[in-house]
Structures are given as C-alpha cells and as structure tokens.
T-cell receptor, first 113, second 115 residues
C-alpha cells in the first residue's frame, strides 16, 4: 500500500485566520478519517467520511469544517480556532471491512496563537 | 461499544531485554485488534493485526502478539529491545457494530529503552 499524504506538515495560525489542512490517498480506500491528538494522548476521532459522505461527527465544534471533494481527498477547514485547538491533526484511510487497519498520514502540527 | 485497556502508561526496559506491553479488550464477540507504534512527530504505523486467522500474530520490527480469548488479552512482545523501539504504542479495536468504521484506541504505553 502507498501512503497517506498530509499537508502542510506545520501550521501556525492566529485565532482570526482561516486555513485548511489537506489529506490525500491513492490506495482506493473509501473511508477517510480526521483525528486530533494531544501530546502523550491517543488520537481522538473527529470525523469519518464513508464513500464521500460524512458518516461520523464526534460533536466537533463548528470552527472545524470537513470536506471530502472526492474519494482521494479530505480537507479540514479551520476558522476562528482557540489556543486549545493546538495539536497534531492526523488523517487516516481504511479499506472496507472491519478487519482492515487504519493507514495514517504523518499529521499536521497546528499551533494557534 | 468495544474498548481496549492498556496497563502501564510507561514501560522501561534495558536494551536486549524482553519487551511486554499489555492490552486487554472488552468485547462480547471476537474482536479485530491492532497494535500501532508512533515515533515523535509522526503518524501511527501499523505493527500488526489480529483477525482470527491465528492466535499468534507476527508483525514488523520483530514484534508479535498473542490473542488469548480466556484472558481477553492481546499483549505485544519483542524478545530483545533495541534503542530504536523507544516510542509510543497504542492498542486498538475495530467496532463491528452497525455504527461502522469506528476504531477505539487504548490510552497508550510509552516505551523507554535504557542503553
């Protein structure tokens, strides 16, 4: 399997900025995920897209807006974030089937100032 | 919902010593279990997965895990620790309910390897 690519690797933004995180995979996986991870903690699920439709939203604040333009791309639009939103944001994808593992990108390190 | 519990948030071993990281699952049906490793400033990398084909599962980097239904455990082991094994390790379970597509992670174990 090839990798999941996330851009940018690092992002610093002010609380009034609008920015986007991008995730891309070319493994033909139809489920894509956004996770938020704080230091020394497990990943926390934010959103799941299945066949390009939002299937899970874990009560994430509206300042985070996901988008799945096609089966290979996943975006996370950020607006009016708070300093406590600073974290590592991980994208993952997965083949159909409960025995299929998640394939993770290397994440975007976000700092909100 | 399914869940996994990792006992020991920090484990230290000497280089060359046995590595044992513990994971217990909570499931009324056979689960799909996974171990991931995370190096600093990187994403999670799959070490191995249990999918009921065999109770002893071999993974990458010399790691293996044994599924024990009687103990509801899926502990990760490596016979001889290497300095490069120092990382965060997560056990995870896939949800096979109708909610679908859910993964539940344990709280993680930080492995330190002492030279």
């Amino acid at each position: 399997d090839t990798e999941v690519t996330q851009t940018p690797k690092h992002l610093v933004m002010g609380m009034t900025n609008k920015k986007s995180l991008k995730c891309e995979q070319h493994m033909g996986h139809r489920a894509m995920y956004w996770y938020k991870q704080k230091a020394k903690k497990p990943p926390e699920l934010m959103f799941v897209y299945s066949y390009e439709k939002l299937s899970i939203n874990e009560s994430v604040p509206s300042r985070f807006s996901p988008e799945c333009p096609n089966s290979s791309l996943l975006n996370l639009h950020l607006h009016a974030l708070q300093p406590e939103d600073s974290a590592l944001y991980l994208c993952a994808s997965r083949r159909d089937g409960y025995n299929s593992p998640l394939h993770f990108g290397n994440g975007t390190r976000l700092t909100v100032t | 919902a399914q869940s996994v519990t990792q006992l020991g948030s920090h484990v230290s071993v000497s280089e060359g010593a046995l590595v044992l990281l513990r994971c217990n699952y909570s499931s009324s049906v056979p689960p799909y279990l996974f171990w991931y490793v995370q190096y600093p400033n990187q994403g999670l990398q799959l070490l191995l997965k249990y999918t009921s084909a065999a109770t002893l599962v071999k993974g990458i980097n010399g790691f293996e895990a044994e599924f024990k239904k009687s103990e509801t455990s899926f502990h990760l082991t490596k016979p001889s620790a290497h300095m490069s094994d120092a990382a965060e390790y997560f056990c995870a379970v896939s949800d096979d309910s109708n909610t679908g597509n859910q993964f539940y992670f344990g709280t993680g174990t930080s492995l330190t390897v002492i030279p």
